[in-house]
């Protein structure tokens, strides 16, 4: 019983919280109404017995939405909702393709007869989890680590601002780097 | 709680997110939009997990999958953002149509 009725606020919770992103003017308000709406899946995966995951995701979605909050205000027309202007494009065309989805996921989730519910979840499931990553899909987590790493690379890459080929020349054989203010260690 | 009242929301949450990248001017507004979308991904995925095949562990895989997903995405769209503003002191997209066809 207090699982349903805690299903129905998560998920009430999250669809609104959702919603409200692209309402809300202030984009503070809206990171943070992104974040609840992050946390009430989360509470939503916790629910279904995923404890491990569900406490990973509240962690990186805390942190992801700080992190994207300083952005927002960084790189918003509008940060702190006292310019009140529209950020939207092609409303009415993109309410339509999202509508039009919608239908057609509503349809199939209803249409189709899904299997019944086979096999018991494992005694510990972090334990379960942690054996699959390290063994069985050890692929996954190896391609999962590779692509974090090249992240990581191309991030650092992207965001600089000044590279090795601004300071040391196209060919790389200036003898002092040409830096704006000298001293540190280039 | 059944199967389909799982994936409903995780349809609400897809739709919702699809509305907001298409419809957002502003390129972090977008990734917004992208996040709520693999927000609705994981609790299908969550939900398929419970349901159908508790057993075995492919679904919660599929989640730690969905997340890095979400975490690489940020970081990629931010460092573009930035690389972007930078040159050229954009941070929409209306202003980014360069490849448009």
Redesign the interface.
């Known amino acids: 019983m207090i699982s349903i009725v805690l299903f129905w606020v998560l998920a009430v919770a999250a669809l609104v919280f959702g919603f409200l992103v692209f309402r809300l003017d202030s984009m503070a308000q809206v990171t943070f109404a992104l974040l609840a709406s992050f946390l009430a899946v989360a509470g939503l995966v916790l629910l279904l017995g995923l404890s491990y995951l569900g406490v990973v995701i509240v962690l990186m979605m805390v942190i992801e939405m700080v992190i994207m909050a300083v952005f927002m205000i960084m790189y918003m027309m509008n940060p702190a909702g006292l310019m009140p202007m529209s950020m939207f494009h092609n409303t009415k065309g993109s309410a339509v393709i999202a509508g039009v989805v919608f239908v057609a996921l509503v349809a199939g989730i209803l249409l189709v007869d899904w299997p019944t519910r086979q096999g018991e979840a494992a005694p510990d499931l972090t334990f379960a989890l942690g054996e699959a990553l390290m063994g069985g899909q050890m692929l996954t987590m190896m391609t999962l680590g590779v692509t974090l790493f090249a992240t990581i690379v191309a991030t650092v890459v992207l965001s600089t601002n000044r590279g090795r080929y601004d300071r040391f020349g196209d060919d790389l054989d200036r003898a002092v780097a040409d830096d704006p203010a000298g001293g540190g260690v280039g | ?1 059944t ?7 995780a ?10 990248a ?8 977008i990734m ?2 992208l ?2 979308m693999l ?1 609705g991904v ?2 299908a995925t ?2 398929f ?10 679904g ?2 599929l ?3 969905v ?2 997903a ?3 995405e ?3 769209g ?6 972007i ?2 040159s050229r002191q954009v ?4 202003d980014a149509a360069d490849l448009a066809g």
């Open positions: 709680m199967l389909e009242l799982f994936l409903l929301l349809a609400g949450l897809f739709a919702i997110g699809l509305f907001g298409l419809s957002q001017m502003s390129i972090v507004m917004m939009g996040e709520l927000n994981i609790v969550a939900a997990w419970f349901y159908v095949a508790p057993g075995g562990t492919d919660q895989v989640i730690v999958v997340i890095t979400m975490a690489i940020m970081a990629a931010f460092a573009v953002a930035t690389a503003y930078r941070d929409m997209t209306d």
